[in-house]
């Protein structure tokens, strides 16, 4: 049996397995098809609303600061385009046509039967990017890809493979919404990443669905020797449910993986996001920062660092925030030591916005609301190590973005 009759055999099985969190989604509700959209010459060139909804999740169009682009409108992709040498932006399905290789790391940091999702993105696979920095490649403006569903009830199932090569330096922002006017779809996305030995990734992701939209990332990275994996998350406006744990492996000698996760639960939005570092060689560290504010949804957090060599060290952090009358975080850190000698510890915090911190901030000039605003702002201000100044810039605009939280 080939490689690829053997994946797709997995995943038929796999069909009707149901995720180990989040509730269940029927994915019988939705369609993954859909009309095929028209390739563009720039950005410039989808519609108007378009291009300024992608804009609030990081993405431009001008392209301005960012050394390449993708974009994924619905099953289609409409644009992909790289300016930074030695370094390759395609659709995935182009790159699995150009690299025989890339067979090899199809499904190799995630498995295809992990569950009904994965399953989905395998048997009705609609494309996704494959983002490629060569050895020694070092971009500083990132690359920005986004993933816009439009079409209304279409399950977007999309497959993205990351490279980092040896000695490289990559750094990626990917905004992906729904349009304004969709009100029921889900995005199915696999990503897998590979941070070859001395390399650097960062991969921030600012996202904006919908308050009627299911949301089913599964993501995995293998990180080697000497290596650096830094991953952002954030999503500050309303979605129906968003399930999300990647899985972080730290394969070789001080291999390094940092996650950061900044979340809003609007009411009637069920979130439960976390990420599992598997700490694997001598000298491996990993961080795993949330920030959660609830304002009526239901935020699960999750962490999770698995010690496998007695010369790693690991840090958990959760910290939440509840705002109003009723909402709910809970907070699940949880710490594996299989060996004598590994380091690790966490910290889980959830509480309110203190009173005498409001009526300060109204004794200086600030309203109620504005003084609230500012202090879930300054909660939500994680310095992140290791990104340039314009995904620096990119995380503060979301974060500083008044709207964004729902106040």
Not at 10 to 31: F, H, M, V
Not at 49 to 56: A, F, R
Request: aromatic share 8%.
């Amino acid at each position: 049996m080939s490689k690829v009759d053997e994946l797709t055999e997995r995943a038929e099985k796999a069909r009707e397995k149901k995720a180990a969190y989040g509730p269940d989604i029927p994915l019988e509700s939705y369609t993954s098809k859909a009309p095929a959209h028209e390739k563009v010459q720039t950005l410039k060139m989808l519609p108007t609303n378009y291009q300024n909804q992608s804009l609030g999740v990081g993405v431009d169009a001008s392209e301005d600061e960012r050394s390449g682009s993708f974009f994924q409108l619905d099953t289609s992709v409409v644009y992909s385009k790289t300016s930074a040498p030695n370094v390759e932006v395609l659709s995935v399905t182009e790159a699995l046509d150009k690299y025989d290789w890339l067979k090899d790391y199809w499904w190799k940091a995630v498995a295809v039967d992990a569950d009904k999702y994965t399953a989905q993105a395998a048997l009705e696979f609609s494309n996704g990017y494959f983002i490629r920095a060569k050895a020694g490649a070092k971009t500083i403006l990132p690359i920005q890809a986004c993933m816009f569903l439009a079409q209304e009830s279409l399950s977007q199932n999309v497959h993205n493979i990351i490279i980092a090569e040896k000695g490289s330096e990559l750094h990626i922002i990917t905004g992906c919404r729904t349009a304004d006017e969709l009100s029921h779809g889900i995005h199915v996305g696999v990503s897998e990443f590979f941070i070859k030995e001395g390399a650097t990734c960062s991969f921030t992701m600012i996202h904006n669905w919908g308050p009627e939209v299911a949301v089913r990332p599964r993501s995995g990275s293998i990180i080697e020797k000497d290596a650096t994996f830094i991953s952002n998350y954030v999503c500050l406006k309303p979605v129906k449910s968003l399930q999300m744990y990647p899985v972080f492996r730290c394969v070789g000698e001080n291999a390094t993986a940092l996650s950061y996760s900044l979340l809003y639960a609007a009411d009637g939005s069920h979130m439960d996001v976390g990420a599992r570092v598997i700490l694997e060689a001598a000298q491996c560290k990993a961080d795993v920062i949330a920030r959660t504010i609830t304002n009526g949804g239901e935020i699960i957090s999750r962490g999770n660092l698995t010690g496998l060599h007695p010369d790693v060290k690991g840090h958990l952090e959760c910290r939440g925030l509840l705002l109003g009358d009723h909402g709910r975080i809970f907070a699940v850190p949880e710490l594996d030591g299989a060996v004598p000698g590994v380091d690790m510890s966490h910290e889980a915090a959830v509480g309110k916005i203190a009173e005498e911190e409001i009526t300060y901030l109204m004794t200086r000039g600030l309203s109620e609301d504005e003084a609230t605003s500012a202090i879930v702002r300054g909660f939500l201000d994680v310095e992140i190590k290791g990104v340039p100044p314009v995904l620096q810039e990119e995380m503060r605009r979301a974060v500083h973005t008044t709207e964004g939280i729902g106040l």
